[in-house]
């Protein structure tokens, strides 16, 4: 039993067709879906766990404890730094109000935001373009521009 | 930084011996932890290896200091294995759920900002709960506030009624993490915390 | 078996061709850099996966190493482009230019919620 075991190869390439199904479905959701923060969820969650997928149809393909042990690594690096990146995108579109904001269930963050004295700056006048209508936060204490409000 | 708080000079040093016991203890499990990633990466567990790993591991402790969080728990193994299974099984399913939604005729998303206010005391605990919400497809944190203790969860698809279960959810996956990571006493205040939350 | 095998991976490989064309039209669509960003993520880890199914045909294990550092580089982007957008970096400026309260911040209103961040 190794690696180059007709039966191993065969199970080692179904689990890799099934994460390079995820693969495409995150590609498929991240066109289909509506705004910025649905977009990463999609394409950031279902990759990971194909990754973990692939990872493992290449351990059992390799079949020895050194390739094991790397296998193991990169699925752990790949878990611990997928969220902070998906957290650090979500977090700047929701303060940048890059969001469907309108389309919102609920939206308690808005709230205690607002409890805390964070406003929307007066609206901007850049062109809006397609996005979709959320709102930007400032907190109070910050001139929304300066050379605007001076004068 | 209280003044009425008078310390006896037993109770400073007892306070500074702690603290320092601590901070051994952290960098003892970091120590060992950046050495065992490194005798993962080499592949084999020859004593060069170690050697040559703890070597490293000091090195990188001393060229780039951290400060040392607060951690008065203890690594279960029990509970990590679940930690482990479960979260498997829960990327498992909803990334399944997710790929029906992406491929499906309309996907009619409606989603929303739940706040969600943790049970537990520290910054360990708050970050590895708000890693495995992010991981798991279909929420995303979006906020956190370190003195309140509460996360801000972006859920992809819900109801407007279904808020208290997202919470219920997510205390779920704490107690998860406090039973991989804590101690007895704080697994004991954060049931009851959540308890009391649901009493409310 | 082997053309069942072969099969299975033109198929995995007709996928990730597939996805990468679908990821690259969101990153030229995209309306926000941020959108743009994420695509790029994915776009790494569709790249991934290819260098996994390399792996898997050749077996060879010179793909591994590769997938460890872009793992851990390939997060970096999107963080990187979510700094440079939040602007918060022109909040913490005209706070500092206003110069900070001489008094202890009180306990709620925006300062206390940077204060959890800024504090290291």
């Not at chain 1, 705004?35 to 990872?55: C, E, N």
Request: proline content about 5%.
């Amino acid at each position: 039993m190794s690696g180059a075991d007709p039966i191993i190869q065969l199970i080692a390439a179904m689990l890799l067709v099934l994460g390079c199904f995820f693969c495409l479905s995150a590609a498929v959701g991240l066109l289909r879906f509506p705004d910025v923060i649905t977009r990463l969820h999609a394409a950031t969650k279902p990759q990971v766990f194909g990754l973990v997928l692939i990872l493992s149809a290449i351990g059992l393909r390799l079949w020895s404890w050194e390739s094991t042990c790397l296998v193991v690594l990169v699925a752990g690096f790949q878990v611990l730094t997928a969220p902070v990146s998906a957290h650090m995108v979500s977090r700047t579109a929701y303060r940048l109000g890059l969001w469907n904001a309108n389309e919102a269930v609920i939206d308690e963050l808005a709230e205690d935001l607002e409890d805390a004295g964070y406003t929307h700056p007066p609206e901007d006048d850049e062109p809006g373009g397609n996005l979709p209508a959320g709102r930007r936060w400032r907190t109070a204490a910050v001139p929304a521009r300066p050379r605007r409000d001076r004068g | 930084m209280m003044s009425e708080e008078k310390r006896t000079p037993g109770e400073v040093m007892h306070r500074h011996r702690t603290r320092r016991r601590m901070a051994w203890r952290h960098q003892g499990v970091n120590v060992a932890f950046l050495t065992l990633v490194w005798v993962m990466l080499n592949g084999n567990a020859w004593p060069l290896t170690v050697v040559t790993g703890l070597v490293l591991a000091l090195l990188v402790m001393w060229v780039f200091p951290l400060p040392a969080i607060q951690w008065q728990g203890r690594p279960r193994p029990l509970g990590l294995l679940m930690l482990v299974g479960r979260l498997l099984f829960d990327l498992a399913v909803a990334s399944f759920r997710l790929s029906v939604t992406a491929f499906s005729r309309n996907p009619r998303i409606r989603s929303g900002m739940v706040r969600i206010p943790l049970g537990s005391q520290g910054d360990l605990y708050q970050v590895g709960t708000a890693s495995i919400l992010t991981i798991v497809p279909g929420s995303v944190v979006v906020d956190a506030r370190r003195k309140t203790r509460t996360l801000y969860l972006h859920v992809l698809d819900m109801e407007p009624e279904e808020a208290q279960d997202v919470v219920e959810e997510a205390r779920r996956a704490e107690m998860r993490i406090l039973r991989a990571f804590a101690s007895n006493a704080e697994i004991r205040d954060a049931a009851q915390a959540h308890d009391e939350e649901g009493v409310r | 078996m082997h053309t069942a095998i072969d099969v299975l991976h033109a198929l995995a490989l007709a996928m990730l061709v597939v996805a990468v064309g679908l990821a690259t039209k969101r990153l030229a669509m995209g309306p926000t850099t941020l959108d743009r960003s994420v695509a790029a993520d994915v776009v790494l880890a569709i790249v991934m996966a290819a260098v996994g199914l390399w792996t898997l045909r050749s077996g060879q294990d010179f793909g591994l190493p590769l997938l460890l550092v872009m793992s851990l580089l390939g997060f970096t982007a999107p963080v990187g482009m979510a700094r440079l957008m939040s602007n918060r970096s022109d909040q913490i400026r005209v706070l500092h230019e206003m110069g900070r309260r001489t008094e202890k911040p009180a306990d709620s209103g925006p300062d206390a919620w940077e204060e959890d961040d800024e504090r290291r």
